[in-house]
């Protein structure tokens, strides 16, 4: 393939002043797609990065992680995933080998080590982005700053005693990380559930929080249930298609896992195998952690949600005549006997605590009022309200795979058509000045996006 490469202009250590037709803000997997979009369209442009490419993948993920979708899924604007595993799950490192691949295939015009701070309009119109190297002029400006940004940790973490370890879930790599002794893991979307499998498998006592996460089976009557769902063309559906479209874009995803080729998360026969589950985290008192009486429904709540994800394979299979091996339906292999619901840490030999709580977005630099009232991003399939500002790898922003490796090519292109026939000129403030926020900065929470 014949690539039409469009480089940076020659930019030195200071950015002041430089005015570039786009800036785009990130360098990870969204970043790099807009960017080749964009080269594709000689469209002249600067990606800033202030860590360095792929850092998301490289620096905050644990060891063991894999990725929950399969490779084929992989699907980076012309860069399919290239390996000879297309039904595995490449683990963090081949992760990071392959954006890095990308961004080698067609060599962005990046600026890595770059921090973004302030981000605001002149009279002109034009976008004044603040940077660590100075303040340059952009035309138009993507955000592709990640889906999650802010770890988000109850405050409860405050009262609890200092000798506990405490990670949150980005920060953790590994057992030997922290002390020996028994592990609390609070939350069970995708990353709280494979961390307390992690550490499950290496030997640790796992205490575990259990909220309200949906669970999905791995395979299902022959076939990796994700190819499953594409047949079904759930991933080509599009946000908006669905009734509470605000609901499913902050839904927790369902977990499951990669791991060794692929397995359930079944947190029954964790549980039956040692692992200590309960309910929701509610509060602490001193040394006492206390739980919601809701574990056996949010366990029986995970089982129903895959087992409806089977129903509908099972009646896309029958109408369209698939000749798919059957297979029996999941029974649960434990159920709580118990109605616990407080811990108390030192009896229970508990050192450290993994906070695998969630994230959140902050975007108090970006002075364009453009933002719900939590702060979320207003959009309309990446297109902000102020002329020339977009997102991009906002989970949910057109389809499921918007905010990950398979939908983030379409999401990429979308834009770039849109930039390309250029921002509408028309400037006005909707809500807001350019220069306040609210809340006030010591009242601010960073709104949430999914676990
Ligand atoms: C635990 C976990 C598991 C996941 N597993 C999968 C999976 O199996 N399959 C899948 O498809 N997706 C998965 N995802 C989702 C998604 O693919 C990743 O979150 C991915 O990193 C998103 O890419 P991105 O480019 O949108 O954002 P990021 O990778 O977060 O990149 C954003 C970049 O912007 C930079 N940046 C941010 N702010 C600024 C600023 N102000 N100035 C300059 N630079 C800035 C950051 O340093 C970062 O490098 C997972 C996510 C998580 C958290």
Redesign the pocket.
Known sequence: MTLRVKVAPQVGDDLEGIHSPVVI???????LSMSYCLSQRNVEHIV????RI????RD??WDS?C???PNW??QLPDFPYPGDDPDGFMVRDEVVRYIEAYAQFFNPPIIEG????RLRRDRKGRYLVGTSRGELIADQVVM??????VPLIPRLTERLPDELTQLH??QYRNPDQLPPGAVMVVGTG??GCQIAEDLHLAGRQVHLAVGSAPRVARFYRGRDVVAWLDAVGYYRKAVNEFADADTVRFRVNHYVT?RDGGRDIDLRAFAREGMRLYGRLTGATGTTLRFAQDLRRNLDHADAVSESIKDSIDRYIESHGIDAPTEPRYTPVWVPDHKRTEVEIRNAGITSVIWSTG?GRDDR?IEVPVFDGRGYPTHDRGVTSSPGLYF??LPWQHTW?S????G?ADDAAYLAERITTGPDHVFRWIAGTPNSTFPRDDEWVAPRTVA
């Open positions: 803000v990130g360098g990870g997997q969204a970043g800033l990065e202030r860590n792929a850092y998301e993948w905050r993920r992680f990725l929950v979708t899924q992989c770059v921090s973004a701070t592709a700053t990640g889906p999650y940004q879930s980005s995708q990353s990669g994230f630099w991009l790898g795979g905010g990950r490796l398979s983030v």
